[in-house]
């Protein structure tokens, strides 16, 4: 019988369920969306590969990123640990390592010049990363022990830099010294932090020595030949590098060994963190959103006075009032929370849409979970709301209510 | 033993913070028998309106008695009240007070609506009292749709839906011309020949003389408590007859 009323009052009943249409369609794309762009990033740190161990110089506290990404400079890990790494004795499920520097600096061709990210790498590079050249070739073996003056540029770069022309075989200089465009490398996309496509890559030694003034590496990948070896082959990497830096036990280590697995279990925390503060901000619109219900139905119980001291007169109890309009007040959320809820879930397909036609590794995640979480919550905003107005218009004396006019 | 038996019943309305107290009825002793066509009739104001909201059991007096088939209503609590309310009485008001938003069998049957019948029962109910006043054309209209003499009928049709007792009639006449007027009053006298007490309250003699007994109140008090000798009959078609 009451339906009949929310039925008549079609636009009013609309508006008083807007608030919960919006607040529970937005957690919905807030909470899809957010689980869309994890997606995304996770699938980005694991096309590196998820056999990857780092091994970084400086020893980390359980549950704290290593020194080194603190920006510490530390100096113990260096070329010839790498080298040892790269021994089949010493780790035999390594496929390759691949030893690194960084650095940010000041690249000009003829009369452009720009600020780019360098990488001091080896041959190795691309076997670890999982990368290959578009144009040209990689730095070979030789230039990245002698201290070869040949240079990879990002795709990226190549664009910025020679703005279409082609690179390879040009001359451009880093701090005074000259380098010889040998390749540029297929377009990745950032992984994680990383941006493959907005560097350039150099010999190591020559950046090491010629650019950085340095004799130590930032940081030496390991590719193993089987996700199922990472473990053992940790053990081995720890085990040799206290054999080499004389370390007693683990609580004097020098060292960090990472694997791309903690990465993205660190990636996870931080993006799942943000996801539940936005929701839990749009969580807050659907108290709005309650409060204008309970508006309504003060409005509506004043409206209908005379209805109800009616109703009272013809038999109906204080309870049968109060179910009456509790009842209203729950039906016009509920059906609010279903809208937003398909409002929610389109919102989200048309996102995962488009996000895949842009060439992004987007997975739609749509969670039943969330679905029905949305469904009770919003029956009980409509419960919560609903039952001052109700207990309000349960209370009329039905003489009063009848001569109201 | 009497339908109703009200006792020295006074009621007084006052403005809580003020000391000015309104004396509306100052004690009315009268009963009520099964199967009486009573008319309550006096001036506005002289607390007739008051004196049927008690009887309908829609206020409470401030003192005195009032037993329903010997029952002391004083001790029931106000659901106790609604359900009585419910059972025993129907209620037809000067403004019809049908719900707007609603059908005129929707209308009829929201008194059994608080009762827990089935649906196709409750229609079945509601059908048969929509036939008695003529209005089985109208069903699946809404209120706004009718006239004034056709929204009375239907509200008689859900007073005596649940098949009360008693029928409480306030200015059933009031809003409606003098034809509509006669085949309310002649529904009423139908309703109280196959057995339902009616209790009409107005102002208007000639409407007061359809039944067959009448208090006169003044005041807040009964004037004169008599039989109608020359009782009006009204005419189903609306017309005047004797």
């Known amino acids: ?405 | 033993m009497d339908l109703i038996r009200l006792e020295q019943i006074t009621k007084n309305y006052g403005n809580p913070g003020s000391d000015i107290t309104t004396h509306v009825l100052k004690g009315v002793t009268f009963s009520i028998q099964e199967g009486e066509f009573l008319s309550i009739m006096g001036p506005s104001g002289s607390g007739k309106s008051t004196l049927m909201h008690i009887i309908g059991l829609l206020d409470r007096p401030t003192s005195g008695k009032y037993f329903l088939r010997g029952e002391d209503t004083s001790q029931l609590s106000d659901d106790q009240l609604a359900r009585l309310r419910n059972k025993e009485i129907g209620f037809i008001f000067q403004s019809f007070n049908l719900l707007p938003r609603i059908s005129v069998l929707e209308n009829v049957v929201l008194p059994l609506s608080y009762v827990g019948l089935s649906q196709a029962k409750e229609e079945e109910l509601a059908l048969k009292v929509i036939r008695a006043v003529g209005m089985e054309h109208r069903i699946n209209n809404m209120p706004n749709q009718l006239s004034g003499g056709e929204q009375q009928r239907v509200a008689i049709a859900r007073a005596f839906v649940n098949n009360p007792s008693i029928i409480f009639a306030d200015e059933p006449t009031g809003n409606l011309d003098s034809k509509s007027g006669q085949q309310v009053m002649s529904i009423l006298q139908e309703l109280n020949h196959q057995g339902h007490t009616v209790v009409l309250v107005t102002h208007e003699s000639a409407t007061a003389e359809h039944g067959t007994r009448m208090i006169k109140i003044h005041d807040g008090k009964i004037l004169s408590d008599e039989p109608i000798i020359n009782r009006l009959l009204a005419d189903r078609e609306g017309e005047l007859g004797k």
């Open chain 1, 1 to 405: 019988m009451s339906l009949q009323n929310l039925k008549a009052n079609k636009l009013r009943s609309f508006l008083t369920m807007l608030g919960i249409v919006v607040g529970i369609g937005s957690v919905i794309v807030i909470v899809s969306v957010g689980a869309g762009a994890q997606s995304l990033i996770v699938n980005q740190v694991t096309s590196v590969g998820s056999n990857l161990v780092g091994v970084l110089p400086g020893k980390s506290e359980k549950n704290s990123p290593p020194a080194s990404i603190m920006g510490i400079k530390i100096t113990t890990l260096t070329f010839s640990d790498a080298q040892a790494l790269a021994q089949k004795n010493n780790v035999p499920h390594a496929v390759a390592v691949s030893p690194m520097v960084r650095g940010y600096e000041q690249i000009s061709w003829k009369n452009h010049n720009n600020y780019f990210n360098f990488s001091g790498v080896t041959d190795k590079y691309i076997i670890v990363q999982n990368v290959a050249v578009a144009k040209g070739r990689f730095i070979s073996e030789n230039e990245a022990l002698n201290m070869g003056k040949s240079l990879v540029l990002g795709s990226q770069v190549a664009e910025d830099l020679f703005q279409g022309q082609d690179p390879i075989g040009e001359t451009v200089k880093i701090k005074g010294v000259s380098f010889q465009v040998v390749g540029v490398m297929e377009k990745k996309g950032s992984a994680g932090f990383e941006n493959q496509d907005a560097q350039v890559f150099l010999p190591l030694a020559t950046a090491q020595k010629m650019i950085l003034g340095i004799n130590y590496i930032t940081v030496a990948r390991i590719k193993i030949d089987d996700t199922k070896n990472i473990q053992p082959s940790i053990n081995d990497i720890e085990a040799l590098m206290r054999a080499r830096h004389r370390i007693p036990g683990p609580d004097q280590d020098d060292f960090t060994v990472e694997n791309s697995s903690q990465a993205i279990a660190a990636l996870t925390t931080i993006t799942d963190a943000i996801r539940y503060f936005l929701a839990s901000i749009a969580a807050m619109s659907l108290v709005v959103g309650g409060i204008g219900i309970m508006n309504i139905m003060l409005v509506v119980v004043n409206e209908r006075i005379k209805e109800i001291g009616l109703r009272q007169a013809l038999g109906a109890t204080k309870r049968d009032i109060l179910n009456q309009f509790v009842l209203e007040t729950t039906v016009v959320s509920l059906v609010g929370g279903i809208i937003g809820i398909a409002g929610g879930v389109s919102i989200s397909v048309l996102v995962a849409l488009i996000a895949k036609k842009l060439g992004y590794n987007w997975d739609l995640v749509i969670s039943w979970q969330s679905l029905a979480v949305s469904t009770s919550i919003s029956f009980l905003i409509g419960l919560i709301f609903g039952i001052y107005p109700a207990k309000k218009a349960s209370r009329l004396s039905p003489m009063e209510a009848l001569r109201y006019e």
